[in-house]
Nanobody
Framework: QVQLVESGGGLVQAGGSLNLTCVASRNIFTFQFNTMSWHRQTPGNEREFVASLSGGGITDMSDSVKGRFAIARDTAQNTVFLQMNNLRPEDTAIYSC?????????WGRGTQVTVSS
């Protein structure tokens, strides 16, 4: 089993930046097909994919955040980061971290990001 803990959310003005952190309780990136991902969700809407990073170093980003967000990792600390720049009010959501760890999915509780106009 894997526990995930997110942090770094908060309130920021449009155009500002936040850096989210997700720490896993297990080694994730030592296996190339394990991944850590970020998703976001607003009330009444489905969860939306934001970004992912695999143990093999492959990244994937949603078109809605390309050029503004970046995903990175600290393999030794079992940590993934989501650097969010030029934030917009429509980025307001609960951001959750997940991992696909040897074929099993695990989720964190999420962290709230609120962008004011």
């Amino acid at each position: 089993q894997v526990q995930l803990v997110e942090s770094g959310g908060g309130l920021v003005q449009a155009g500002g930046s936040l850096n989210l952190t997700c720490v896993a309780s297990r080694n994730i990136f030592t296996f190339q097909f394990n991944t850590m991902s970020w998703h976001r969700q607003t009330p009444g809407n489905e969860r939306e994919f934001v970004a992912s990073l695999s143990g093999g170093g492959i990244t994937d980003m949603s078109d809605s955040v390309k050029g503004r967000f970046a995903i990175a990792r600290d393999t030794a600390q079992n940590t993934v980061f989501l650097q969010m720049n030029n934030l917009r009010p429509e980025d307001t959501a609960i951001y959750s971290c997940s991992t696909l760890w040897y074929g099993k999915n695990y989720w964190g509780r999420g962290t709230q990001v609120t962008v004011s106009s």
